[in-house]
């Protein structure tokens, strides 16, 4: 894709077709969750940022790399497992500790670091029986689901009726997670340190804002990357299911 057609290809597009333009466009404060819709040179001019800059870094990545989306399910389960949810698994002790020992020395103050703190702990273990879904259901039959349309065999088991059923959920559940840590950015000022803020509360804000854009990354490779993927796979196993038994007959 040439220069011109990358800056007149909206954002979320962009990072569709390569998940790691997701790393650039948080550089520079590029929204291609909510404002994915936008192209990049409009996203760079409401941004003020410099549309040559992104460009460069864009095409900064090694084109190989992007293979992993398109061609590999695999990989791409792998990376959001190694980054993403160890990502989360790392984060989610530490941020609650965090807000734990915020709330004891600032709650009186600051009333709304209970909320938050409640918010995230619900975040926390909602989005930690969420990963355990899909890496136990929804992943696995994913990559089976790869694995019979690459050897053009019959797809795995039946176990949802369609993938889509599944995905619908996972969605939806991401959604809320999102929603959450909306919640918290504007009870937080968009993670705005009050004037008395100790050491402790400050980073636990960085924390939480980290939190979700990461969180914004993670799910853009779910819901605009691998579920479509997954959907596409599913109607190309039933083909082959179809020629299966249509060859039984002949």
């Given at each position: 894709?040439?220069?011109?057609?990358?800056e007149?290809?909206?954002?979320?597009?962009?990072?569709?077709?390569?998940?790691?333009?997701?790393?650039?466009?948080?550089?520079?404060?590029?929204?291609?969750?909510?404002?994915?819709?936008?192209?990049?040179?409009?996203?760079?001019?409401?941004?003020?940022?410099?549309?040559?800059?992104?460009?460069?870094?864009?095409e900064?990545?090694?084109?190989?790399?992007?293979?992993?989306?398109?061609?590999?399910?695999?990989?791409?389960?792998?990376?959001?497992?190694?980054?993403?949810?160890?990502?989360?698994?790392?984060?989610?002790?530490?941020?609650?500790?965090?807000?734990?020992?915020?709330?004891?020395?600032?709650?009186?103050?600051?009333?709304?670091?209970?909320?938050?703190?409640?918010?995230?702990?619900?975040?926390?273990?909602?989005?930690?029986?969420?990963?355990?879904?899909?890496?136990?259901?929804?992943?696995?039959?994913?990559?089976?689901?790869?694995?019979?349309?690459?050897?053009?065999?019959?797809?795995?088991?039946?176990?949802f009726?369609?993938?889509?059923?599944?995905?619908?959920?996972?969605?939806s559940?991401?959604?809320?997670?999102?929603?959450?840590?909306?919640?918290?950015?504007?009870?937080?000022?968009?993670?705005?340190?009050?004037?008395?803020?100790?050491?402790?509360?400050?980073l636990?804000?960085?924390?939480?804002?980290?939190?979700?854009?990461?969180?914004?990354?993670?799910?853009?490779?779910?819901?605009?990357?691998?579920?479509?993927?997954?959907?596409?796979?599913?109607?190309?196993?039933?083909?082959?299911?179809?020629?299966?038994?249509?060859?039984r007959?002949?």
């Amino acid at each position: 894709m040439t220069r011109s057609q990358l800056e007149t290809t909206s954002l979320g597009e962009i990072v569709a077709s390569d998940f790691r333009a997701a790393a650039v466009f948080d550089r520079y404060g590029l929204d291609y969750c909510c404002g994915g819709a936008h192209s990049l040179a409009e996203g760079c001019s409401q941004r003020g940022v410099s549309v040559a800059h992104v460009l460069s870094d864009l095409e900064a990545l090694d084109p190989a790399a992007r293979e992993i989306a398109d061609d590999d399910p695999a990989a791409l389960v792998d990376y959001i497992l190694s980054h993403h949810h160890a990502y989360v698994r790392r984060s989610l002790p530490l941020i609650r500790e965090h807000l734990a020992k915020v709330v004891a020395a600032h709650g009186e103050r600051h009333s709304e670091l209970q909320f938050i703190d409640s918010q995230f702990s619900k975040v926390a273990g909602e989005l930690s029986l969420h990963m355990v879904k899909e890496e136990q259901m929804l992943f696995p039959y994913i990559l089976a689901l790869a694995d019979a349309v690459r050897s053009d065999g019959p797809p795995p088991p039946d176990m949802f009726g369609t993938v889509q059923n599944p995905i619908r959920m996972m969605e939806s559940e991401h959604q809320e997670a999102g929603d959450g840590l909306a919640a918290i950015r504007e009870m937080s000022h968009g993670y705005q340190p009050p004037a008395d803020a100790c050491g402790t509360y400050r980073l636990v804000l960085e924390e939480l804002q980290d939190f979700e854009r990461d969180l914004r990354r993670h799910v853009h490779l779910e819901d605009d990357v691998l579920f479509p993927k997954a959907v596409e796979l599913e109607s190309k196993a039933d083909l082959i299911t179809r020629g299966l038994k249509s060859h039984r007959w002949e």
